[in-house]
């Protein structure tokens, strides 16, 4: 079993992941899920698709790049972009690390967003992927404004997700 870093997550030793139970993708199977895609989009119904998820991730990216409290550490690239929160006086790695967990999992937590990490040169980051169908520049703007909430404490009372303030 092969797990990148954006695949794990703390439920792994809990709960039974079914998508290494699934039909290998080789290039076959890849090719069907791309047709299907294809036929029910036709080409220029998924090209519309794939330039909005571009052009939402680069929006994104600019309001994160206008956050002092925040940092880009990937910019958007297609529909994928990885940030982490890096308020002001911490400048310690692992302190860092730990906060921006912690951030993750009050996000994923709070059941209004679902967010997934990696890290990036030994740094660890967030992942925010513009990629489902039907996502509008509305689920982004309410997704970031969830974010910040969070981070900064707004939603919890405290100043940080810092767990020394707590």
């Known amino acids: 079993q092969i797990a990148p870093e954006y695949l794990r997550t703390r439920l792994d030793s809990v709960v039974t992941n079914?998508?290494?139970?699934?039909?290998?993708?080789?290039?076959?199977?890849?090719?069907?899920?791309?047709?299907?895609?294809?036929?029910?989009?036709?080409?220029?119904?998924?090209?519309?698709?794939?330039?909005?998820?571009?052009?939402?991730?680069?929006?994104?990216?600019?309001?994160?790049?206008?956050?002092?409290d925040f940092e880009i550490l990937i910019p958007p690239t297609l529909g994928l972009l990885c940030f982490r929160y890096h308020p002001h006086g911490i400048d310690d790695t692992s302190e860092l690390d730990a906060l921006n967990e912690e951030l993750l999992h009050r996000l994923n937590d709070s059941g209004k967003l679902y967010l997934t990490h990696t890290r990036v040169d030994d740094r660890y980051a967030i992942r925010f992927v513009v990629g489902q169908t039907e996502t509008t520049e509305r689920h982004v703007g309410e997704s970031w404004e969830t974010i910040q909430e969070v981070a900064r404490g707004k939603v919890h009372g405290t100043h940080t997700v810092h767990r020394d303030t707590e």
């Open 18 to 68: 079914y998508r290494d139970w699934g039909i290998q993708l080789g290039r076959r199977f890849r090719a069907l899920k791309l047709w299907f895609v294809i036929r029910s989009y036709g080409v220029d119904g998924l090209r519309h698709k794939i330039r909005s998820h571009i052009e939402l991730a680069r929006a994104l990216g600019k309001r994160i790049e206008r956050a002092s």
